[in-house]
């Protein structure tokens, strides 16, 4: 059993139900939910900013799945929310599920990096991922909050509403 974080957003449709559906529909893929940060709203980044600002929120997860199997239950759960595989990267979605960090696996493959490629460098990330756990580091040992502090504060990140519920 290992412990994990995956980042969640939604920036099309009803930002929040996007969100908790994607909470709620998690454990039928083997991914236990143990927490959730709040949610919060945050600027487009990457190579489309011309859109609808996204809902964020991070969780901290328990499953017995190898990495690859849970990269496949968060892309099952993108599909059964709506989200197609053919829309353009980094454009307007009704769910995005990454899979940020799973106990201390490193791993590099053509479809999973762990830790995600833009954990230490995305402040929609680090933020509820801080929330989550303080003390939070990559299995390397990089520290997440020394990461938040010298992002630049140009990337808009603020608070929108309670944690999404657990076992709905």
Do not use: W
């Amino acid at each position: 059993m290992q412990v994990g974080y995956l980042g969640l957003g939604s920036n099309v449709g009803d930002r929040r139900a996007n969100l908790q559906a994607a909470v709620d529909a998690l454990p039928a893929h083997g991914v236990a939910v143990l927490a959730s940060s709040s949610t919060y709203d945050s600027d487009p980044v990457g190579e489309i900013v011309e859109q609808p600002q996204f809902l964020n929120a991070c969780l901290r997860v328990q499953t017995e799945l190898h990495p690859v199997a849970v990269l496949d239950a968060c892309k099952a759960v993108e599909r059964e929310l709506g989200r197609e595989a053919s829309g353009p990267r980094h454009g307007p979605r009704p769910i995005d599920v990454d899979l940020l960090l799973l106990g201390a696996v490193e791993l590099r493959s053509a479809r999973l990096t762990l830790p995600h490629e833009q954990v230490l460098a995305r402040r929609f990330v680090l933020i509820p991922l801080l929330e989550l756990d303080f003390g939070l580091t990559t299995p390397a040992g990089a520290r997440l909050a020394d990461a938040l502090a010298v992002l630049p504060v140009d990337e808009g990140v603020r608070r929108a509403g309670p944690p999404l519920a657990l076992g709905a």
